[in-house]
């Protein structure tokens, strides 16, 4: 992530940089949003902070919360997927029908407008069902405001960090079960990762 970090902004501008003018807006909100994220996340890996890179990074979450919505659409679950598929279908057979009524000879041209009517709204009853049914509100969006806070009441939040014992735990319990013969694995285990072991790996993801 901290690598991603470095370049999602440049890629993401050179992706959306042949924009007409009904683009603009959304295009620009986009850049926005991506980049006051990334630049939340770089604030947050520093070593230390002050009151002053504090007030930056709540200052660019409140720009990613403000202009995070041009993504909602992004965001659709399989229900709701499955949904909008079946007003779409819906939609689609009552346009039929009700031209099939309509008993006259279009022209080529009037027949592309009539079909642009039926994209438009189609369209639009697909953006309202995203707008009742999509959202951000889950956990992990809410954890990015504690940062601050956490900051404030804890000091260094990375001695709070549960990587050393994730790499313990794949270090010493994966890689010696799968060291074991799987008869009495935990005996093994033991034997083979004692508490030598256990802090001398630890001493060296420290290091590092």
Known sequence: MPNLSFYISAVLASALRNLDSSQHHD???ALKCV????????????????PDSLSYRKRYLTIFYQKKDI?????TSQATRMEENHQDRELRE???YQHAKVVCHNTAGKRRQQADKDW??????RADL?????????????YLSDFCSHVRHFRSIPMYSTEIGELAHNEQIKEGYRQSNSNKAACQILSHYGPQHALRMRLQILET
Do not use: C, P, W
């Open 94 to 96: 009552v346009m039929a």
């Open 120 to 125: 438009l709204q189609r369209f639009n009853q």
């Open 35 to 50: 980049s006051s994220l990334v630049d939340s996340s770089l604030i947050a890996q520093y070593r230390s902070h002050t």
């Open 130 to 142: 995203i707008r009742q049914e999509n959202h951000f509100n889950f956990i992990k969006m809410h």
């Open 71 to 75: 993504f909602l659409e992004f965001g």
């Open 27 to 29: 295009f620009q909100n």
